[in-house]
């Protein structure tokens, strides 16, 4: 039997916000989570998700496309991009990122890795 579920991160199952400075609203869709990351200018996981994860570096595994804006992300083996609007990025675990100029980073990112993404462990 086929389904069609559909769901829209305007309407998102859950929002959870950093220490600052942005978001991620979460939909669970066909089994698969999505979520849409607003990270404000100024925004930095170290400092604004850090203290929520209680890790080192970001232990997420990200599978994204970035909508607007720039970030930088830096790998724990110094590893280094800079991405923008319209690019792909896959970002294993071990990493810091955090947003470029004074423009808000919007990203959509899917996996099993947003389903715990800034939320408190």
């Not at 869709?29 to 925004?43: D, P």
């Not at 996981?45 to 997420?60: F, G, L, M, R």
Request: charged share 20%; hydrophobic share 40%.
């Amino acid at each position: 039997m086929a389904s069609l579920e559909v769901k829209s991160l305007n309407s998102p199952d859950e929002t959870r916000t950093f220490v600052a400075k942005g978001k991620m609203d979460v939909v669970n869709v066909g089994g698969v989570i999505a979520g849409r990351g607003v990270f404000e200018a100024g925004w930095k996981w170290s400092e604004h998700v850090k203290p929520i994860a209680k890790t080192d570096s970001c232990q997420a595994a990200h599978m994204g496309y970035v909508v607007s804006g720039r970030m930088m992300i830096v790998m724990d083996d110094g590893a280094r991009k800079e991405v923008g609007p319209g690019d792909i990025l896959h970002a294993a675990p071990g990493h810091d990122a955090w947003t470029v100029g004074n423009e808000a980073c919007v990203m959509v990112d899917f996996g099993a890795s947003i389903g715990q993404y800034a939320k408190p462990s």
